[in-house]
């Protein structure tokens, strides 16, 4: 597969899956807010943090205090790489430079996506019904995926596809549990409130893991949460999940037997899979939860690193150097 085609299919994977996360997050927020009733849920900030775009929002526009200026951001703002708009256009672009690899299913759904948010961005009418708003991305992100499983050859064209796709949804997952446990909470008054059992539910909804949660645990507690969402083996939105579903896909791409590895890509991958596999919980919160998501929040960007070098950079071959001897 050509470089060009392996990059377009990947990135346009994790971009339908990162309007899909911030979509999640900031429906969630709207809809805590509305439970609030002393109106602390307005915390906007952490949102931006989650994204990882709180330098480029801070120097535009300060303090994330309002509502407007956050949801306006990471929603229609077309100055912002990572708004959902300018998420779903580069998934399109993509898309568009390969509509003779992909299905023609999949780019006709991933048009009619772009421009329903296109068309609300340009009406303004986007967010006067918000929760139908961001569930009728969501549902388009689902039936994108959908189709995507449906009509693609699950060959090397797909495993790109869910590369990129997990690679996404394992870094969002990672970064909402890291800004619930030390951004979101106002107080450590807090801890143990009813107000933290609201904002813990909202962390789980967030990743459409509340009545997953609910069947397994029920009751909510920290520890039971942050042990569902890193390291549950079955959930699809969790971190363990989406890390051993990537490394079956880059696995497949390169042909090498799992268990062994011979890109820097597939060690890093396999340690992390390995590391999530014989983690617990205790032991994660016991030695600080937060170090340990940076941590492997660093590790997946470097697989991400390494996918690129490997795969989809135009390197071109070194020119050897010919001896005059061997001219003459």
Same mark, same amino acid.
């Given at each position: 597969?050509?470089?060009?085609?392996a990059d377009?299919i990947?990135?346009?994977?994790?971009?339908?899956?990162?309007a899909d996360n911030?979509a999640r997050v900031v429906?969630?927020n709207l809809?805590?807010?509305?439970?609030?009733?002393d109106?602390?849920?307005?915390?906007?900030?952490p949102?931006?943090?989650t994204?990882?775009?709180?330098? *480029?929002?801070?120097?535009r526009f300060?303090?994330a205090t309002?509502?407007?200026?956050?949801?306006?951001?990471?929603?229609f703002?077309?100055e912002?790489p990572n708004?959902?708009?300018s998420?779903? *256009?580069?998934?399109r672009?993509?898309?568009r430079s390969?509509?003779e690899?992909?299905s023609s299913?999949m780019?006709?759904h991933l048009?009619k /996506?772009?421009?329903l948010?296109?068309?609300?961005?340009?009406a303004?009418?986007?967010l006067e019904? =918000?929760?139908?708003? /961001?569930?009728?991305?969501k549902?388009?992100?689902f039936?994108?995926t959908?189709?995507t499983?449906?009509?693609?050859?699950h060959?090397?064209?797909?495993?790109?596809a869910?590369?990129?796709?997990?690679?996404?949804r394992?870094?969002?997952?990672s970064r909402?549990?890291?800004v619930?446990?030390?951004?979101?909470l =106002?107080?450590?008054?807090d801890?143990g409130?009813?107000?933290?059992?609201v904002?813990?539910?909202a962390?789980?909804?967030s990743c459409?893991? /509340?009545?997953?949660?609910r069947k397994?645990?029920?009751k909510?507690t920290p520890?039971s949460?942050?042990?569902?969402?890193?390291?549950?083996a079955?959930?699809p *939105?969790?971190?363990?999940?989406c890390?051993?579903?990537?490394q079956?896909?880059?696995?497949a791409i390169?042909?090498?037997p799992?268990?062994n /590895?011979?890109?820097?890509?597939?060690?890093?991958?396999?340690?992390?899979?390995?590391?999530?596999?014989?983690?617990?919980?205790?032991?994660?919160?016991?030695?600080?939860?937060?170090?340990?998501?940076?941590?492997?929040q660093?590790?997946?960007?470097?697989?991400?690193?390494?996918?690129?070098?490997?795969?989809?950079s135009?390197r071109? =071959?070194?020119?050897?150097?010919?001896?005059?001897?061997?001219v003459?």
């Amino acid at each position: 597969m050509l470089s060009r085609v392996a990059d377009s299919i990947y990135w346009m994977s994790r971009y339908v899956e990162r309007a899909d996360n911030i979509a999640r997050v900031v429906d969630v927020n709207l809809n805590l807010m509305l439970d609030s009733s002393d109106g602390s849920a307005q915390q906007w900030d952490p949102l931006i943090y989650t994204m990882g775009d709180h330098e *480029r929002f801070k120097a535009r526009f300060g303090e994330a205090t309002t509502q407007d200026n956050v949801t306006h951001f990471l929603t229609f703002d077309e100055e912002n790489p990572n708004s959902i708009l300018s998420c779903l *256009r580069s998934a399109r672009e993509n898309a568009r430079s390969i509509r003779e690899i992909i299905s023609s299913e999949m780019w006709l759904h991933l048009n009619k /996506f772009y421009l329903l948010v296109n068309s609300a961005a340009s009406a303004g009418r986007g967010l006067e019904s =918000p929760h139908q708003f /961001f569930s009728d991305i969501k549902a388009s992100s689902f039936l994108f995926t959908g189709v995507t499983d449906a009509t693609l050859t699950h060959g090397e064209s797909w495993h790109f596809a869910k590369l990129g796709q997990e690679l996404e949804r394992a870094d969002k997952t990672s970064r909402i549990l890291d800004v619930k446990y030390f951004i979101l909470l =106002p107080s450590v008054n807090d801890v143990g409130s009813a107000f933290d059992d609201v904002q813990w539910a909202a962390v789980l909804r967030s990743c459409s893991a /509340f009545e997953m949660y609910r069947k397994k645990h029920g009751k909510i507690t920290p520890s039971s949460i942050v042990d569902f969402l890193l390291l549950n083996a079955q959930f699809p *939105r969790s971190i363990r999940y989406c890390s051993n579903a990537a490394q079956a896909s880059l696995h497949a791409i390169s042909g090498t037997p799992l268990g062994n /590895f011979r890109t820097p890509p597939e060690k890093l991958l396999g340690q992390l899979c390995s590391d999530l596999a014989y983690d617990n919980v205790e032991e994660v919160l016991q030695n600080g939860l937060h170090e340990y998501l940076d941590e492997l929040q660093t590790t997946m960007n470097k697989v991400g690193a390494g996918v690129h070098h490997i795969f989809f950079s135009r390197r071109l =071959p070194t020119p050897k150097t010919v001896s005059k001897e061997r001219v003459q």
